[in-house]
Every structure is written in C-alpha cells, then in structure tokens.
C-alpha cells in the first residue's frame, strides 16, 4: 500500500492519500493482531515445545515484544506520508528524543533494582507517546490531517482489539497445556479474530465486497463440481 500512499500523495490527492493511509493502517492492525494474539495467550505452550526448559523472564519478554511491535506499528505506518510529503526532519528529531528518554529511564530504574522486563515496559510506553501523540500530531501540523481521522483508527482498533480477546482468554484460562488444548485455543483466537474484524471492524463497503466475491467463488465452486460430477 505503500507505493499508492506516497503515488496518490505526489499527484495532488491528498485525500485519497489520507484515505489509504488510515484504513490499511487499520486492516494491517487486524492481521497482525490475527498472528499475534495466539502467540501470545499460547507464549509458554510454544517456549516449553521449543525449548523444553524455558529460562526465567523469557515467556513475558516474548508477549512484551509482540505488544510492543503491536504499538510501533502505527507509528511505522504514520512515517509513509510524513515521507511522502518531505517532512521527515521532525520525525527523525523526536525518534531521537524519546530514544534517549528511554535510555536514561531505563538506566535509573535499573539502578533502582528493577526487574529486566523494565526495559520492555519502558519501550511499551516510549512506543505507545511516540505512535499515538507525536506521529499523529506532526501529520496533524505538517500533512493536514486532523485529530479525529486518528480517533477513529485508534478507537476502532481498540474496539476490535478488546472484543476479539475475550473469549480467547477466557478459553486459555480454563485449558491446559496439551497439544489439544493449544489447539483449540489457537482456532478460537483466529476465529474471534475474524469474525470481531469482519462485523466490527470492516465499514460496510468492504464489508459487502467480501461477501459477494465469497459468494462468487462458491458459484465457481458448484459450477466445477456440477462439471466433474456430469
């Protein structure tokens, strides 16, 4: 989508630019969070097949990791058309800011005798000031957008986010460890995945052409099948 983002940008359509920009920064979110929150309720699953014995801190440092690639991502996305309208000075100047906030951070509370995973959660916030305040307002001041296109994509990831983990949760709860109960906790997340982003979180235009190429490919299914059978 990229190429579009910054194609559309650089011929003067700064409101379909706009437009790719904020709904693939959605529909990217919810595929990764589609891979991602199996690994995470399935973290200790997966390090005690893998490694058998699994060292100390290593299974919250793996969920910390995803959370925070979780956050970057916007901040990732939101770099495209600061790119494509030349205004990259300021993002490269606050990378470098709070880059340097964090280190001090982390530095003093370590010196205070907190755990490893500080420095996790130190990223998880650096992350979370930079994706959701600065990006949002060095396009706000430099591309023209405003602060509520960025509502709606966050509040709209959040909706899907909070409602497509709760059964999961719920479900990795009440399982235990076996191959099965992986599983079967791995089809629930997707599914609630899925369906939680297909009703909630697609608008309706999309959500409509989902189904009729759905329902184009199964015509095209009975009609080979009608062939084959004759």
Known sequence: INPQIIKTYAIKEYEKSKNLTLSSTCYIYYLLLLISLPILLLANNILNLWLTSVPEYTVIFLQLIIIQNLIDFFGSSFYV??????????????????????????????SKGFPPTTVLWVGILAYSFYSFLIKPYLLIKNVGYKWTDFTKVFLSCFKVTALAILIPILASYFLGETLLDSFIILVISV????????????????????????????????????????
Request: proline share 1%; charged share 20%.
């Open 81 to 110: 058309p600061l790119m494509a309208s030349g205004h990259i000075k300021g993002n490269s100047l606050s990378a470098v800011y709070v880059g340097c906030t964090r280190f001090v951070l982390v530095y003093v509370l370590f």
């Open 191 to 230: 599914l609630s995945v899925a369906i939680v982003t297909f009703y909630i979180g697609l608008d309706s235009d999309i959500r409509h052409k989902i189904q009729m190429l759905l329902k184009t490919k199964r015509i095209q299914f009975n009609v080979i099948k009608n062939k084959n059978d004759e």
